[in-house]
């Protein structure tokens, strides 16, 4: 979906636990390179190519990938994107989640616990085959790379300006980004679209719930006209009020 000039919000569709799924990173460029933000789950990499297509965006611009966070839905298709890749790419992410990213450290949020869990809400009518591939993936999560770590605060000099900010609490290295030409934020976890309506992150995937509506109280330093959130889409009217409003424990 096309947002303003120079940024594309993808909708990338998958199967996931006997449904359908659809995430929305981000594709943000200029005429001289693009950014990828976020990767999908394991085995998305070819829709995003076709996403990019879509968007007019020749997948040989992309020379950077950013990564917001660990989780496997954001890292998934890393390491097929880089390996199937024509062009050199740089993977951007925060420091904190580098060595969970590169598969030195288990995904945080991949405890004994939680696949556990993660099983015993699979449908009955899935075949074991596909059951034991996707509990293998959740024990073995995909390892990429990181080339260069960010911190928040830095500004990459693509497309007009895009501004980073670590916004701590789904993840202790969760960056969000500031699209300045388009004053766009992509929230990526920090803040959910559902029902048509901006919400709070998900609380039953963030374990630092207090952390993160911390973290909101940052957005307020920018002029913003919409958010992407890869959960749920774009939201537009009012945003930064919204934001305060949710800041402030509101639902």
């Given at each position: 979906m096309y947002i303003a000039k120079g940024i594309e919000m993808l909708e990338i569709s998958v199967p996931v636990m006997g449904g359908t799924d659809t995430f929305y990173p981000a594709l943000i460029w200029d005429e001289e390179e693009a950014v990828l933000v976020d990767t999908g789950v394991p085995g998305a990499a070819q829709k995003f190519k076709e996403a990019a297509a879509a968007a007019s965006v020749p997948w040989n611009l992309v020379r950077t990938i950013l990564i917001t966070h660990q989780d496997i839905d954001h890292i998934g298709s890393l390491p097929a994107l880089l390996e199937q890749s024509e062009s050199e790419i740089t993977v951007l992410a925060h420091e904190i989640e580098r060595p969970y990213i590169e598969g030195d450290k288990m995904l945080l949020k991949h405890t004994?616990?939680?696949?556990?869990?993660?099983?015993?809400?699979?449908?009955?009518?899935?075949?074991?085959?596909?059951?034991?591939?996707?509990?293998?993936?959740?024990?073995?999560?995909?390892?990429?790379?990181?080339?260069?770590t960010l911190l928040g605060g830095e500004l990459l000099p693509i497309a007009?300006?895009?501004?980073?900010?670590?916004?701590?609490?789904?993840?202790p290295g969760h960056l969000s980004l500031y699209h300045q030409a388009s004053r766009t934020l992509i929230a990526a976890d920090a803040l959910t679209v559902r029902g048509g309506e901006l919400c709070g992150p998900d609380a039953a995937a963030t374990p630092d719930m207090a952390g993160a509506l911390r973290s909101l109280h940052k957005f307020a330093?920018?002029?913003?006209?919409?958010v992407i959130c890869y959960h749920g889409g774009l939201f537009?009217?009012?945003?930064?009020?919204?934001?305060?409003?949710?800041a402030q424990g509101g639902n």
């Open positions: 004994p616990e939680a696949l556990a869990a993660a099983e015993a809400m699979l449908p009955q009518n899935i075949s074991e085959e596909w059951k034991r591939a996707f509990l293998h993936v959740l024990a073995h999560p995909p390892k990429g790379r990181v080339d260069q007009g300006g895009i501004t980073v900010i670590h916004t701590p609490g789904h993840s330093d920018f002029e913003i006209d919409q537009r009217g009012g945003v930064n009020r919204r934001i305060a409003e949710l």
